[in-house]
């Protein structure tokens, strides 16, 4: 993988928190303060839900960058990258700051010698994957998980296993994300075809799974009981368990939760470069990582607490699925037809 060094595994994740134990904050570059902050205009693409945008991003942010204007454009991450593509065609590429959720987009970017390398003060403590020269890194970590509601479902009844989503019992009860419209679906598609190859998505088919556009239309049909289980973001779960006190529980599966670390980046074409690198480095920073927390994502730094109701990330990444980054971002045609074929036919 050129430039990249992708550290999804336990061993990896405590090495480095040892490692920046003791940095504190000593570091890290203040965004932004009242005499020598960054001006003019930042624009942004990303992914994060719009909620979480004008509840937590914007007014963060905001505060960070009192003299910067900072504009986001929402849409799920097949929906932004779309648009980038077109973008790039034009020669006109309309964004500065890019947060969508698929790492192995990234790697693609890269490639296309799109970004821009900016090694931010803040990178040394990131303990996810990050590109050495800067190019991209880790912002937020997101969780595709196994939900289940607890009004319908008894803890030991629930699935414990991604294989258990195959077990008869579950048959027309069960849901996914769309991968050809939400990115972490796609990652979690990519890595467990190649953990138990795609007999497993034959195997899902003939139980009935159903296919849903996205997270949040599956998190409603769990409420309502349509589904018993479902494949979804472990962020979703949080959010409605925390904040409305819904019966959403996760099962982090036996066989390995699909983390996924989504990462944030500079076009090189930007027209404001100094306010995008402070915009990266605010989000490296542990105040920019709290914000990430509580927007029920997990954070990227050893120095962060976890989102409220949910483990710390090692206690689970040494059993993570492993992901074959470049894989995904090379074969990306190739296995969305190979999941159409197989279960949206």
């Not at 006109?92 to 790697?107: C, E, H, N, Q, R």
């Not at 009981?225 to 472990?234: F, K, V």
């Amino acid at each position: 993988m050129k430039n990249a060094k992708w550290l999804c595994t336990a061993a990896a994740v405590l090495a480095l928190s040892v490692a920046v134990a003791g940095c504190g904050d000593s570091g890290e570059k203040k965004a932004a303060d009242s005499k020598g902050g960054p001006k003019g205009e930042v624009m942004v693409y990303t992914s994060i839900y719009p909620d979480i945008i004008d509840k937590m991003c914007k007014p963060n942010v905001a505060k960070a960058f009192p003299d910067m204007k900072v504009t986001w454009f929402q849409g799920g991450t097949e929906k932004v990258i779309t648009k980038i593509t077109g973008e790039i065609k034009a020669n006109k590429i309309g964004t500065d700051v890019l947060m969508v959720a698929d790492p192995s987009y990234y790697l693609t970017l890269q490639d296309q010698k799109l970004l821009l390398d900016y090694v931010s003060p803040n990178l040394k403590d990131v303990i996810t994957d990050k590109d050495k020269n800067g190019a991209w890194s880790s912002v937020r970590v997101c969780n595709m998980i196994i939900a289940y509601n607890s009004d319908k479902l008894k803890p030991e009844d629930a699935p414990k296993s991604w294989k258990d989503l195959t077990d008869p019992k579950w048959k027309g009860k069960i849901a996914m994300p769309n991968p050809m419209l939400s990115g972490t679906a796609y990652v979690a598609v990519g890595a467990l075809a190649d953990k138990y190859g795609w007999e497993y998505f034959d195997q899902l088919k003939a139980n009935g799974i159903r296919v849903e556009e996205g997270n949040s239309a599956i998190q409603n049909k769990l409420l309502t009981g349509e589904y018993a289980a479902a494949m979804i973001l472990e962020e979703n779960v949080l959010k409605l368990a925390n904040t409305k006190n819904e019966p959403l529980k996760v099962s982090y599966p036996e066989d390995g939760v699909i983390i996924i670390p989504s990462p944030i980046a500079i076009f090189n074409a930007t027209k404001n470069p100094e306010g995008s690198k402070a915009l990266v480095d605010w989000w490296l920073s542990k105040e920019g990582q709290q914000a990430v927390v509580q927007g029920w994502m997990h954070s990227v730094r050893g120095d962060v607490e976890p989102p409220k109701g949910a483990p710390a990330l090692k206690t689970f990444s040494d059993k993570a699925i492993k992901v074959n980054w470049e894989k995904l971002a090379k074969e990306n045609a190739q296995i969305k037809e190979a999941f159409r074929v197989r279960v949206m036919e």
